[in-house]
């Protein structure tokens, strides 16, 4: 009996149904037309066309983080594939799981300098997990199987597949492989027992003890089980950026974000403590502040399923690797079966002391008749905490002041760029999210700096009336850089001062709505607008050119050294 | 203190396998002092040696990071264990009717080989560890090295723990 026989393209196609993919975001080009025109030819997946490569790599990003699905995009040959490499780096340092489908020239012409040829396969092996190039068509299913595995297992990440035009257009049969063989991947996601029971006698005997959270948590769907272990030993938690949400930032035990520009009371809890149960966290020099001073005389306790993060910058006294929600569920169920008492005399003295460097926090600043940032975004944060929507943000001083002044008790809530801090990120970061989530809203909160790097894809949001809500909180610099410049470089604002388009006009152009905000009382009335709005809007918030983020720990310094406000520069 | 490592790497023998290895030694700034790659006896795998020189912690990272890679099956670093290391050293020596007696009591005493003679130069074959190598080098520089071409370095433990696989189950319990 004769087997149906299917284009590649249409392979490609079908193993992404299998995989459930329902929505995918791209841009044509010459060597995916044939992929293209399978699209064309069936309705299960839905294509977004974004206005840059870049942009449908961080939409796949948003989508796959607001989600917890897989994200894809599709992009054709040369300048559309090396478009992808910014996107690519930060899905693979933010551990999101993501497939990239690259067209790639016809493979009798590989080598022979092409029309939009590149080395996909070579330039995208350091930011992505793994790549593929498709050489047969019979390959095709089973590398779409691996390559789904490989992202989504282990510390997940982006994997690419570069497929050259002759194999979309190649015929095989198709049948999807029901498993993978993948003799050098392995990834442990039991955790040790043993590992286990040192942990939680080491926690038990803590005086001092702390947990920081990760996005591993999140990755893992482990806030639950985070929650039920930090309640029942009585230890306070504090998270990363990544790990935003993991812990519920309205319980009493919550210290909030630690790092950089963490809270004092944060950051001063993890350098004082004895045990730190460091939880899905890399340790990135954004957390720790200056190595040799970070956690000198405290046990680490580290869970994480990526081996490599562990003892790779701070040291494990008790390292566990392996699957945070396994790890942690191993330890609840050696918790119901141990006849210890948890014993809060013990850590009286911490908490004092925790309750006492709760009190201090970074004074406001006011400088002017302008509007304040902070003051912009604790109106945002009051007046649409009720929706809970999901907020992306880019990458600067706005950032910052999102993290310190939102308070998430879910996860998945912040999407922002962590390790790679990408500007351009969260806008079409919010487009993935609004496509995973598709009702409600999605609040951007974005620089007029940041805003401008993909500021292309209001067009995309147009066209599917995206309800993203783009607040933008222009203080005429790029804040971040010019902060830095202030305290460390005598005040030389060399090229951070920047111009931007009248974001109401550029909206409007756009078929957008925007709404220019001044004043303090005009910032509700303009939210109430915007979210009535069936589509994207713009929100120009003309602020205070000179604000500054605080509590901040300057680069190199140790986490303790907190500053809070200007004066005490 | 950095010290010299053997770390013995079986991978897939696939397209790129060895870009990916030598990118992770860039990319992160790790240093190879020595690279040879050749199939295993099952032509699907390929064993890569490494030598290379950094602090303990650093080393355990590049296995650690090694072992990460897709295509890496097992890294094992030598160093610490029971291992044999080896390599090939290829020398032009020029000789002449006053010296090769003495040139000759080298060769019979390092246990080196005569590979190729013409009227001046002698083509010498050394092999051994890495110091038995360099020593023989030395010795003979005073006669004039035209040429000195090394191979890098291959390693095997004394131990069966390492051996080439012949089918994947077998290889999926060891690599575990």
């Not at chain 1, 001044?518 to 009335?525: A, K, S, Y």
Request: proline share 4%; with cysteine; glycine share 8%.
């Amino acid at each position: 009996m004769n087997k149906q026989m299917y284009s590649g393209a249409q392979i490609l196609l079908k193993s992404l149904v299998k995989e459930g993919v329902e929505e995918i975001f791209g841009y044509p080009g010459g060597v995916v037309l044939p992929l293209y025109d399978a699209l064309y030819m069936q309705d299960e997946i839905k294509h977004y066309l974004v206005r840059h490569e870049q942009a449908a790599v961080h939409a796949a990003e948003g989508y796959a983080r607001a989600s917890g699905r897989v994200g894809v995009a599709v992009v054709t040959s040369g300048p559309g594939a090396c478009n992808t490499i910014t996107g690519l780096a930060n899905a693979y340092y933010d551990g999101t799981p993501l497939i990239l489908i690259t067209g790639q020239v016809n493979s009798k012409l590989i080598g022979a300098d092409a029309f939009q040829e590149a080395d996909v396969v070579g330039i995208t092996r350091s930011c992505c997990k793994h790549n593929y190039l498709v050489k047969d068509v019979k390959d095709l299913a089973r590398i779409i199987k691996e390559a789904f595995y490989i992202a989504t297992t282990g510390k997940k990440g982006p994997v690419v597949i570069d497929i050259p035009v002759d194999i979309f257009n190649a015929k095989y049969t198709f049948e999807y492989p029901k498993n993978v063989e993948l003799v050098g991947y392995n990834p442990n996601y039991k955790g040790h027992p043993l590992q286990v029971q040192r942990a939680l006698e080491t926690l038990f005997e803590a005086k001092r003890p702390v947990i920081i959270s990760g996005g591993g948590v999140m990755a893992s769907n482990a806030s639950n089980e985070l929650k039920e272990v930090a309640t029942r030993l009585q230890i306070p938690v504090v998270h990363t950026l990544m790990g935003t949400g993991t812990y519920p930032d309205s319980l009493e035990t919550s210290l909030g974000m630690m790092g950089m520009h963490g809270n004092y009371c944060a950051n001063l809890t993890v350098a004082n403590a004895d045990v730190i149960f460091a939880i899905g966290t890399r340790f990135s020099d954004r957390i720790t502040g200056c190595l040799k001073k970070f956690a000198r005389d405290a046990q680490v306790i580290h869970i994480d399923i990526d081996p490599c993060s562990i003892s790779k910058n701070v040291k494990a006294t008790i390292p566990i690797v392996g699957d945070i929600k396994n790890v942690l569920s191993i330890m609840i169920e050696q918790l119901n079966k141990s006849k210890h008492v948890v014993n809060n005399d013990l850590k009286e003295k911490w908490f004092n002391d925790i309750r006492e460097w709760k009190k201090k926090v970074a004074i406001p600043q006011k400088m002017s008749e302008k509007l304040s940032a902070i003051t912009v975004l604790n109106t945002i944060y009051d007046y649409t905490k009720k929706d809970e929507p999901i907020v992306a943000t880019e990458v600067g001083q706005h950032q910052m002041w999102t993290a310190q002044n939102f308070k998430f008790n879910q996860p998945r809530k912040l999407i922002t760029s962590g390790g790679l801090g990408t500007m351009g990120f969260g806008f079409p970061a919010a487009i993935g999210a609004m496509a995973a989530m598709k009702k409600g809203y999605v609040l951007n909160i974005a620089g007029d700096g940041s805003i401008q790097m993909n500021i292309q894809e209001l067009m995309t949001c147009v066209d599917y009336k995206f309800k993203v809500i783009n607040c933008i909180i222009n203080n005429g610099y790029l804040g971040m850089v010019r902060q830095w410049q202030e305290k460390i470089y005598n005040e030389h604002y060399s090229q951070t001062k920047i111009s931007s388009p009248d974001f109401v006009k550029l909206a409007q152009s756009y078929g957008a709505l925007g709404i220019r905000v001044e004043r303090e009382e005009e910032i509700i009335p303009a939210l109430e607008k915007a979210i009535e709005f069936d589509g994207p809007v713009m929100i120009d918030f003309v602020c205070e050119n000179f604000e500054m983020v605080y509590p901040w720990v300057l680069a190199g310094q140790p986490i303790d050294k907190v500053l809070l406000s200007r004066e005490e520069c | 203190m950095p010290t010299s490592h053997t770390i013995s790497v079986l991978v897939t023998n696939e397209v790129g396998v060895l870009s990916r290895i030598v990118d992770l030694f860039s990319g992160r700034g790790y240093n190879i002092e020595s690279l040879t790659v050749a199939p295993t006896l099952d032509s699907i795998y390929s064993r890569v040696t490494i030598v290379t020189r950094a602090d303990d912690d650093v080393i355990e990272q590049i296995c650690k990071q090694l072992n990460r890679l897709i295509p890496v099956i097992k890294v094992a670093n030598l160093t610490l264990g029971d291992a044999i290391e080896y390599e090939i050293g290829l020398l032009k020596i020029s000789v002449n009717d006053e010296n090769r007696a003495e040139f000759m009591n080298i060769v019979a005493q390092a246990s080196a080989k005569i590979m190729d003679v013409t009227e001046k130069i002698y083509t010498v074959k050394i092999d051994g560890d890495e110091k038995q190598v360099q020593t023989f080098a030395e010795l003979v520089r005073p006669f004039g090295i035209k040429e000195f071409v090394r191979s890098g370095k291959v390693a095997i433990t004394k131990s069966g723990q390492f051996s080439t696989f012949k089918n994947r189950k077998d290889e999926l319990k060891l690599s575990l």
